[in-house]
DNA sequence: GCCAACGTTGGC
DNA sequence: GCCAACGTTGGC
């Protein structure tokens, strides 16, 4: 089973609202490397929600509920989104930089690549944040 | 098809 | 608020 970070600014859709609405359409994704991320997703893969900006934190996990389909936002058709629901929140945020600042870490997509919206996470470092939270 | 200019994201 | 990184656009 693969693993996957997804961002969301919480002052526009946070891991509270996904667990208030029990599921939501994630879409609106506009970049090709994401969308490629998107249309790998299996249902029943977990996800680590990840707060941009105000926060700057690992703060809950989610599932795949939905594998992808074509996003009705997009109106050239080109992207894709999928359905995620909540799983639980973490016992402890995983800050920024709590995931710098660790070795194993390193190697990570979304440090990588900042900007990059969707990423995949491997099993060791799933491992690694989800011991980093608290388990 | 190349590349400069511009827009957006997100950390600091 | 600033700036780096990166994607996209448009002129040539």
Redesign the pocket.
Same mark, same amino acid.
């Given at each position: 089973m693969a693993h996957w970070l997804v961002?969301s600014?919480p002052n526009a859709y946070s891991f509270d609202d996904l667990v208030r609405d029990g599921g939501t359409v994630w879409d609106g994704v506009?970049?090709?490397?994401a969308a490629l991320h998107l249309k790998a997703m299996k249902v029943g893969e977990e996800v680590l929600f990840y707060h %941009?900006?105000e926060g700057?934190a690992v703060v809950g996990l989610a599932k795949v509920a939905r594998t992808a389909f074509p996003d009705k936002s997009d109106p050239t058709g080109r992207f894709v989104a999928v359905e995620l629901k909540p799983v639980r929140p973490l016992k402890k945020e995983v800050t920024?930089?709590d995931m710098?600042a660790e070795p194993k870490l390193a190697g990570m997509e979304m440090l990588?690549?900042?900007?990059l %919206?969707v990423s995949p996470v491997s099993d060791e470092q799933w491992k690694t944040i989800l011991k980093m939270a608290g388990g």
């Open positions: 961002k600014e506009r970049n090709n490397a %941009s900006q700057k920024l930089a710098k990588r690549q900042s900007r %919206s």
